[in-house]
């Protein structure tokens, strides 16, 4: 999304006069299109960006250099006019992603154009410590490497918190169902590994996901809420923009207020959303074991389909929806997003009771920001979660891929031979 906003801000404007800054912003610009489309047409480029062919081809060709693209066949699906080069993100350009919560620690390569490679799910029985993070992850990364060809570059480690990250140095401030307190995983992970890492909010990390390449792909203004084993967290982009606020922790759509005299929340308050709207009452009344929790979606809707056994279940879904509903006509009049994307488990409560939450949130009659948001989900599982997490890690080289790629040079994030 970076690149198609400074694509829009680049035609007809004055490009600056020194030049090497208006080269790195054009390289920025153009990898940030091949990376955010997977892949474009030079025809493209050119009308996107306004520049001219020659100064395109040039600018393909140095990212191409710097093993960040890859010119390919001509575009077999023009109808009509020239055909174009196709141009695509480097499938050896890659991105660490890792997302430790309450039963697992996720972690993924993710490559340039956000296609995850091979995730793994490591199951703990526990919420992991820091200490173990830092061992699975560097467990995981090391398999990982030897088995990647050698000319793969990965670029950096982002990492998703269920948790308040600070924004200036990665610190995990607080993510409470881990019971973790201003933890230093950023800076450990990154002594481990020897990469650069940078950390965020998971919600927030997913909204960047669902922003860049996913529902909201041309949507300026959009509330992503994703519910996870550690609760519900938000991501808000308004304008184009993500919302970060004064001290960058803007988007705690968890602890809207949905219920007064509610349950009591970790964040001190009582009746928040996440408070009242979980995970575990669903698993709890599905009785899926441990381990198996991916499947709850697939339980649910299972058990759904048996009237005996489903009544219990259908009573706790509709107060969850109620109750989500609530918080989202708060988040809605607040933020007037055209779209909401749900990910995680509130998936869930859509695909139970369809049009319920719809017809909650536009009660008859309704105008104003309510009448015409709509709703549409992520796509199962957790990748918004770890597209978003490397996302994190490939923003520092989308913003300057020349001078990027060059501050590496010691070789520190290049794959050695085997
Ligand atoms: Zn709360």
Redesign the pocket.
């Known amino acids: 999304m970076e690149g198609k906003s400074a694509a829009r801000t680049l035609a007809g404007t004055n490009l600056g006069n020194n030049r090497d800054t208006t080269r790195q912003h054009n390289l920025s610009t153009v990898l940030g299109l091949v990376h955010s489309m997977a892949g474009v047409s030079r025809a493209q480029l050119t009308r996107a960006t306004g520049l001219n062919r020659s100064t395109i081809a040039a600018l393909v060709g140095e990212l191409a250099q710097l093993g960040l693209v890859v010119e390919s066949d001509l575009d077999q699906a023009q109808q009509h006019g020239r055909p174009s080069i196709m141009i695509q993100p480097s499938p050896g350009a890659l991105a660490l992603a890792v997302n430790p919560d309450i039963d697992a620690v996720s972690v993924a390569l993710v490559s340039l154009g956000g296609q995850i490679v091979n995730p793994v799910r490591f199951h703990t029985v526990r919420p992991p410590s820091v200490p173990e993070v830092v061992n699975i992850v560097t467990a995981i990364y090391t398999g990982m490497r030897t088995s990647l060809p050698s000319r793969n570059r990965i670029v950096g480690l982002g990492l998703a918190i269920p948790g308040l990250v600070d924004p200036l140095d990665g610190t995990v401030i607080e993510a409470p169902h881990l019971g973790w307190r201003d933890q230093p995983l950023t800076a450990l992970l990154s002594d481990a590994l020897k990469l650069p890492v940078i950390a965020a909010n998971d919600a927030v990390a997913g909204a960047r996901a669902q922003a860049t390449f996913g529902a909201g792909r041309d949507v300026s203004d959009l509330v992503y809420l994703y519910g996870g084993a550690s609760g519900i967290g938000g991501g808000v982009i308004s304008g184009g923009r993500l919302i970060r606020g004064a001290t960058g922790f803007a988007g ?1 759509l ?2 809207t207020h949905v219920r007064t005299g509610g349950a009591e ?6 009746g ?4 009242e709207v979980t995970r575990e009452e669903l698993i709890a009344a599905v009785g899926l074991p441990a381990g198996e929790t991916e499947n709850l979606e697939d339980a649910v809707l299972e058990k759904l389909q048996d009237d005996s056994a489903s009544e219990e279940l259908r009573a706790i879904i509709d107060r969850q929806v109620r109750l989500l509903a609530v918080g989202l006509k708060s988040i809605v009049n607040l933020l007037n997003p055209s779209l909401i994307v749900l990910g995680g488990f509130l998936r869930i409560l859509v695909r139970a009771a369809p049009d319920a939450l719809s017809d909650a949130l536009r009660s008859p009659g309704t105008r104003g920001p309510r009448e015409n948001v709509a709703i549409e989900l992520a796509p199962l599982g957790e990748d918004s979660i770890l597209v978003g997490a490397a996302e994190l890690a490939f923003e520092p080289l989308i913003r300057d891929p020349a001078g990027f790629l060059g501050s590496q040079d010691d070789g520190g994030g290049q794959v050695p031979p085997a």
Not at 265 to 270: A, K, L, T
Not at 272 to 275: F, H, K
Request: charged share 10%; hydrophobic share 15%.
């Open positions: 705690q968890g602890h929340c970790n964040c001190g308050s009582s928040c959303l996440e408070a």
